[in-house]
């Protein structure tokens, strides 16, 4: 089975600092995404890659970045926390080509005060 | 613009009842279509998937989904609803040429014992 792993079940950080979140997977995924979820928005897309080192921006990529040194490893950098950025963040990846699924994380709950 | 709607955020039903939940989009070309459940802190599971083929496709859990081109809808339906579906619904859709998703805001199914 495929599997997303995110370093942090919770988070809490002050206004201001730079935050790391992480994701790893397993299966040689060539797609990773970072999505945040919010109450009556659903689910949307911070930042996506498809490969080593190349990124997209999503639908909300204002005040993140992201960063992909290895295939496995995916990561989402607030840059200057913000209280706005208080919310649940996932990470997925899936096998290119769109047809297989995205597998998810269990997601990380991020509050910032 | 590209997107995906679930009218409902919430559906009611009782134990062994049937169950629908609604989804329909607004994408170009033709896509692909996904469902995911959500139990609460944890990520998204895949459910089912339409890519080609058969309109009426099944998935994990006793779920199907019927494909319907003209209504640009893909509802989500169970014959005999389980207390332990209760949880949140989210629907999304692959546009064409890319491997990035739009998902719909969700609906949450409860379901009464």
């Known amino acids: 089975d495929v599997k997303v792993t995110q370093s942090s079940r919770y988070l809490v950080k002050r206004t201001g600092e730079k935050v790391f979140l992480e994701c790893v997977q397993d299966?040689?995924?060539?797609?990773m995404f970072w999505y945040r979820q919010d109450p009556g928005l659903g689910l949307r897309l911070i930042y996506f890659?498809?490969?080593?080192?190349?990124?997209e921006k999503g639908d909300i990529p204002e005040g993140y970045s992201v960063s992909r040194e290895k295939k496995e490893r995916f990561s989402l950098i607030l840059e200057s926390a913000s209280t706005n950025q208080t919310s649940m963040y996932l990470c997925?990846?899936?096998?290119?080509?769109?047809?297989?699924?995205?597998?998810f994380g269990d997601g990380t709950r991020l509050s910032i005060l | 613009a590209q997107s995906v709607a679930q009218p409902e955020d919430q559906v009611n039903v009782a134990e062994g009842n049937p169950l629908t939940v609604k989804c329909t989009y607004s994408?170009?070309?033709?896509?692909?279509l996904f469902w995911y459940v959500q139990y609460p802190n944890r990520g998204l599971q895949f459910l089912l998937k339409?890519?080609?083929?058969?309109?009426l496709v099944k998935g994990s859990y006793g779920f199907e989904a019927e494909f319907n081109k003209s209504q640009t809808s893909f509802h989500l339906k169970k014959p005999s609803a389980l207390v332990s579906d209760s949880a949140l619904y989210f629907c999304?859709?692959?546009?064409?040429?890319?491997?990035?998703?739009?998902f719909g805001t969700g609906t949450r199914l409860q379901v009464f014992p």
């Open positions: 997925a990846s899936s096998p290119i080509g769109g047809m297989q699924p995205q597998h």
């Open positions: 299966m040689d995924h060539e797609n």
């Open positions: 890659s498809y490969d080593v080192k190349m990124k």
């Open positions: 994408v170009s070309g033709n896509p692909y």
């Open positions: 339409y890519i080609t083929g058969d309109n």
């Open positions: 999304a859709v692959r546009p064409d040429n890319t491997d990035k998703l739009i």
